[in-house]
């Protein structure tokens, strides 16, 4: 029986002002993609921004269960199928976490695919919704082409559509159609199963429920009610044999339960109180589209991002995937992560690269084999099995380095600062600010910076002196193709070594939030098991001097101390 000929519609629209992507995509609240032709329009001018590739094109479509997926997962089909896509690979529900969306591009070799998430941002009616374009490579759309998808929301003035079609995405099963004579294939999978295959080819299943086994090794594992829910059932309960009671809040909500899904120790502070109590030898959490993490050894001793990418780095030979590369690569890290990684890579003869803050520019670096381990300080860490970071990866190379080394998790880590030193590493972030105040504090210090009479001007604070030795508006040159990003960051460095970052937030729906980085290095036995607050204290204090962070934004406490 031939397929119904469905009719595309082209429906008249303007622009709205401020579609331009982010760090990682478009995130607004909820109630400004429900304004009438405002999904609308980001979609169109994402797949316009394809230009002669949109046409046959096949594009993988997920989200993290957020509220608004269901509604927006529906638009995508309908808008993609009137512009002549071929295949859509939809995960079911809707539903995919960002790593699983990234494996399954890479894997099935598609044009790219749209990621429907505002990451760790919070969700529901009144909260955050975002959208997201990842090109071929399975990583988020580079710079050059999410500037495409910003000069097509602009100039917008029509979309096309195909409303009369109805696809039931949420019955697993392949649907054909025809729509004004193109054939579509819409493809809904099971969300979980090409993602728990990969993970199987990267690590040694058999030995980490070896440990688990033998050493009664309990972990506990918080969805924070994301995206990885279902996966970590699947993998940490029924591939690894873990009890149920190492799961939890692994039902996917739309609201992620009213909580904040971002693992830290602010907002998983539950996972926090539970560790402390000493029953778990790991501990991690995961935010709501599943490619950030926090990791925790027993008795809650919490491991920065920046310290957990060093010790990754540090023990590749442990992880098959690794392994079978000879058990080393390049590495590369955010620029306002601590450098603790950069010491491993000197003394392992590893390349090592320092980039703007984004995912997207690991990419380049990745594809050309330059790096193999890559991480942000904002608790990301991934490899090159996908294009983005990866939380529950991150939770399973460590499991398989301690089943490899017999040890615990601060073993591992105090033994890794006897060997390279230890920095010491804070992030104060002062979320929702009146956006006005903060861009003058950023002007304030590009003044700053440009002032080269500030090199060796003395701050002191707590009785620490600091001399400022260096500073500057962090900007970077890919390696690959030469692309450039400026004004990344501002920095002002210190001849003890220490170093102070500013940034205003690019991730965030509304308002401003500052971010204040601070980090030093300590080779000091006697100093190197201190707390980070204590240690840091004073080269906080003198940020917030030089900053007048507090004077300018009213605040006088930061919303999240990592």
Not at 125 to 133: E, T, Y
Not at 146 to 156: A, L, P, S, V, Y
Not at 198 to 210: G, P, R, V
Request: glycine letters at 10%.
């Amino acid at each position: 029986m031939p397929l119904h000929n469905r009719s595309a519609c082209i429906i008249p629209t303007s622009p709205f002002e401020g579609q331009k992507p982010g760090t990682s995509g478009l995130r607004k609240g909820v109630k400004v993609f429900q304004q009438e032709n405002y999904t609308e329009n980001f979609v169109q001018a994402s797949l316009s921004a394809l230009g002669n590739e949109l046409a046959g094109a096949t594009l993988v479509v997920g989200g993290d269960g957020r509220f608004f997926m269901d509604t927006c997962t529906d638009i995508i089909i309908k808008i993609s199928a009137a512009n002549k896509v071929s295949k859509l690979i939809v995960g079911k529900g809707g539903f995919l976490s960002t790593p699983a969306v990234s494996n399954l591009i890479r894997k099935h070799k598609t044009t790219g695919g749209f990621i429907l998430t505002a990451s760790h941002n919070p969700g529901g009616p009144d909260a955050d919704f975002g959208l997201k374009f990842n090109c071929s490579n399975g990583g988020p759309a580079p710079d050059a082409f999410t500037d495409k998808i910003f000069e097509n929301t602009k100039t917008i003035n029509k979309y096309l559509i195909c409303p009369d079609l109805q696809c039931d995405f949420n019955t697993i099963g392949t649907y054909e159609y025809m729509v004004e004579g193109n054939p579509l294939t819409v493809e809904v999978i099971d969300p979980t199963t090409d993602y728990v295959e990969l993970m199987k080819s990267i690590f040694d299943f058999a030995q980490i429920k070896q440990m688990i086994k033998e050493k009664n090794f309990k972990i506990l594992m918080n969805s924070l009610h994301g995206a990885t829910g279902p996966y970590a059932e699947k993998i940490f309960l029924e591939e690894l044999g873990c009890d149920k009671s190492s799961c939890i809040k692994t039902n996917v909500l739309p609201d992620f339960g009213g909580g904040h899904p971002d693992p830290n120790l602010t907002y998983a502070a539950d996972l926090v109180n539970a560790m402390a109590k000493g029953e778990h030898g790991l501990g991690a959490a995961f935010d709501g589209d599943g490619d950030r993490n926090m990791i925790l050894g027993q008795n809650a001793f919490f491991v920065t991002p920046c310290d957990s990418l060093a010790v990754l780095a540090n023990n590749l030979e442990h992880i098959p995937w690794f392994k079978a590369k000879g058990g080393k690569g390049g590495v590369a890290r955010s620029m306002p992560t601590s450098g603790a990684v950069d010491r491993v890579a000197e003394k392992k003869g590893l390349e090592c690269f320092d980039t703007p803050t984004g995912w997207k520019y690991f990419g380049n670096l990745l594809d050309a084999g330059r790096i193999v381990l890559c991480g942000e300080e904002s608790f990301g860490t991934g490899s090159d099995h996908i294009r983005e970071k990866d939380g529950l990866w991150a939770a399973l190379a460590w499991m398989q380095i301690l089943a490899a080394k017999g040890c615990s998790v601060e073993e591992l880590l105090t033994e890794h600062w006897k060997e390279f030193g230890r920095n010491f590493f804070t992030r104060y972030d002062y979320e929702g600010c009146e956006s006005a105040p903060c861009e003058n504090m950023m002007a304030n210090l590009q003044t700053y910076v440009d002032d080269k009479s500030n090199i060796g001007k003395e701050y002191s604070a707590m009785g620490s002196t600091f001399t400022v030795s260096g500073a500057d508006n962090f900007s970077y040159v890919d390696p690959i193709d030469g692309s450039k990003a400026s004004k990344q960051g501002i920095r002002i460095m210190f001849s003890d070594g220490s170093r102070l970052v500013f940034r205003l937030s690019g991730t965030g729906s509304s308002g401003a939030t500052v971010r204040m980085y601070v980090d030093s290095y300590c080779n000091d036995p006697a100093k190197m098991l201190k707390s980070a607050q204590e240690m840091l204290k004073p080269a906080v204090e003198v940020g917030l001097i030089i900053s007048q962070l507090r004077e300018l934004t009213g605040r006088q406490e930061p919303t999240v101390i990592t």
